[in-house]
Structure formats: C-alpha cells, structure tokens
C-alpha cells in the first residue's frame, strides 16, 4: 500500500493572489463599462482634451469713394477788339505865294565924339594894426632863504664836561670816535639821542650817548631868530692822551 504525498504547502497563496488578480482586472473593466454608459468617460476625455479657438480677422469695409467733382465750365474766350481807323482828313489848299519885300539898307548910328569917364574909385582905407599885447610883468624875486642857525654845545657858558674815559677801556686800550645824533628842542633840552656811528666799543658808545643826552646842555638852534626843534650831529672822541 503506497502513501499520497500531501500537497506543497505555497500551493494555496498563489492560488489566492491569482484569484485576487482576476478579480480586480474584472472589477476594472466593470467601472469602465458602467462610467461608459453613464457619459463620464466621454466628460473626462472632454475636459482633459484641449478645444482649438479659430479667429478670422474680418477687415473693415474700405469707406465709400468720394463723388467726382463737377467739370468747371470755362469761360468762353473774349473777342477781339478791331481797332477804329480814323477817317484821313480832307487836304487843304496851299495858299498862294506873297512877293517878297525888297531890301532896304541898315540905319548907321554914329558914335559920340568923346566917351563919358568913369570916376576913379576912392583908394580903401589901410587896416588899423592890432594892439601889441602889453609885456609880460616881470618874474616876482624870490624869497629869500630862511637863515638857519643849528643848535650848538661849544658855547662858553655851558660848561658842558668831557665824557668820563671807561677805566677797562683804558686798561684794554680801547679808542675810537663816536658820532650821535641828538633832537633839541626849542628850550635848549635832549629829546631824544641816538648812535649814528660807532666806534667799536660798546663801552665807548654807551658812555657818549649818557653824556651827551643827560650831562651836557644845548644852545637850541633858530630858523631866522625864532628858535626851533632841530637834529644836531655830536661827534666824541676817545683817545688815551686825555
């Protein structure tokens, strides 16, 4: 007695999937006959395919054309003017000769024995000559230059001292010459005192312009008597011997 061998066990899926294969394919074609019948697939294939819109450009009908003109009648030419000829007059008769008259001689009339004399003119009297401008007046003399006496510092009665000789000049042996230039005023007094040349040394030249400016005394100088302001030109001298 032989066995049945039993069925493969993946036998009974496969089966199953098919059937369920089989079974969605006729549900499908189902649907599609029933959407058939009902218009929806003819909607949907309508929706979905686009529709072609055809425009025509109709042109605008051309505007009616304009009626001709009238012809303009021209006007008829204008006739033309036949000149008038006057008549010719009639020829008069040419009248007849007259004799000529006969020459008769030319009346001579004599001439005076002696011809009238012209009066001789009066001789034009001479121009009077014009009056010689009067000379010119002399020139004026000129005046005369004010006399101008300077200031001095040489009078007597001054008693203007000599400068004092700088001990360390002497020492260093320092000489030399200074020129200053001094303002005096109308009463004879310093207003201002100034260095015009050196004399090398600043020991000299402070020494001089001292002196002159707050020791010595002036005699103010003039400007025709009258006493005036006036620069004066001081001159020193330093020497050893002194």
Sequence with gaps: MSATAPP???????????????GGVVVFHGLALWALNNGLLQRAVEVVVPAEILAEFIAPPPPPAAPPAPPVASPPPPEPVKPRVAPSPAPRPKPAPRPAPAPQ????????????????????????PAPSPPPPAPPAP????????????????????????????????????????????????????????????DRL??????????????????????????????????????
């Design 8 to 22: 493969p066990s993946h036998a009974a899926p496969l089966i199953g999937r098919n059937a369920a294969i089989i």
């Design 105 to 128: 001689p030319l009346a001579v009339q004599e001439a005076s024995p002696t011809a009238p004399v012209m009066a001789a003119a009066p001789p034009a009297p001479a121009p009077t």
């Design 142 to 201: 000129p005046a005369p230059e004010p006399e101008v006496v300077l200031p001095s510092s040489n009078a007597a009665y001054l008693n203007n001292p000599k400068p004092p000789y700088p001990a360390m000049s002497k020492r260093l042996g320092e000489t030399g010459r200074v020129v200053l230039r001094v303002l005096i005023g109308a009463d004879g007094r310093v207003q201002d005192a100034r260095i015009e040349r050196s004399s090398g040394f």
């Design 205 to 242: 030249d402070q020494v001089a312009l001292e002196t002159a400016r707050d020791r010595w005394r002036y005699r103010p100088g003039t400007r025709n008597g009258v006493p005036e302001a006036m620069w004066y030109r001081v001159p020193i001298n330093f020497t050893l011997d002194q």
